[in-house]
T-cell receptor, first 112, second 119 residues
Framework: DAKTTQPPSMDCAEGRAANLPCNHS???????VYWYRQIHSQGPQYIIH???NNETNEMASLIITEDRKSSTLILPHATLRDTAVYYC?????????????FGAGTRLFVKA | DAGVTQSPTHLIKTRGQQVTLRCSPK?????VSWYQQALGQGPQFIFQ???????QRGNFPDRFSGHQYPNYSSELNVNALLLGDSALYLC??????????????????FGAGTRLSVL
């Protein structure tokens, strides 16, 4: 079962910031939070990840709460090309490797 | 620098047949994971290969098997195909040890997938 909870869908106006929430209340100390997005029928694209500090790269910002039980992905100026399914994943060290468990994700619609 | 490449892009098979899907990892990566994505759902983990061995496995039957070669490329084999095996099959590669020991901060990069249709 997925260890994250996300809203099934969200809308955002083009040019505005898109804030995508994720709940991961059972996250353990050595697990990272990853965000991927998947545009229709393509492979998931890595966006950003973090452990406990906020992170920013050229694509997005990741805000992780102090208790690490939730996070928010921020696309600062959403464009129509950001319309996609966004997956929040927690991933950590366990015996034999790093199993990645995807949930249903959030379908983001960016509207003109 | 080539990313993760998968072949073929599309495949049509009939029930009972066998299929082999192929994946070449991103340059420098040593670990390959396979996922199945049914229409409208998130990817489901099948298994992961590192050092030519299956390291982890998801909840998939033995009909699903794999292999990793010394050059880190990988194959996914599915025997006795069922209609329910129709899906997008995704390959992801990562650098297991990241040069500084095993760490969950190693990013997985995905290929574009192989669309399998079972008729």
């Amino acid at each position: 079962d997925a260890k994250t909870t996300q809203p099934p869908s969200m809308d955002c106006a083009e040019g505005r910031a898109a804030n995508l929430p994720c709940n991961h209340s059972t996250i353990s100390g050595n697990e990272y939070v990853y965000w991927y997005r998947q545009i229709h029928s393509q492979g998931p694209q890595y966006i950003i990840h973090g452990l406990k500090n906020n992170e920013t790269n050229e694509m997005a910002s990741l805000i992780i709460t102090e208790d690490r039980k939730s996070s928010t992905l921020i696309l600062p100026h959403a464009t129509l090309r950001d319309t996609a399914v966004y997956y929040c994943i927690v991933r950590g060290l366990n015996t034999g490797g790093f199993k990645t468990i995807f949930g249903a994700g959030t379908r983001l619609f960016v509207k003109a | 620098d080539a990313g993760v490449t998968q072949s073929p892009t599309h495949l049509i098979k009939t029930r009972g047949q066998q299929v082999t899907l192929r994946c070449s990892p991103k340059s420098g990566h040593d670990t390959v994971s396979w996922y199945q994505q049914a229409l409208g759902q998130g990817p489901q983990f099948i298994f992961q290969y590192y050092e030519e061995e299956e390291r982890q496995r998801g909840n998939f039957p033995d009909r699903f098997s794999g292999h990793q070669y010394p050059n880190y490329s990988s194959e996914l084999n599915v025997n006795a195909l069922l209609l329910g095996d129709s899906a997008l099959y995704l390959c992801a590669s990562s650098l297991e040890f990241g040069g500084q020991g095993r760490s969950a901060k190693n990013i997985q990069y995905f290929g574009a997938g192989t669309r399998l249709s079972v008729l």
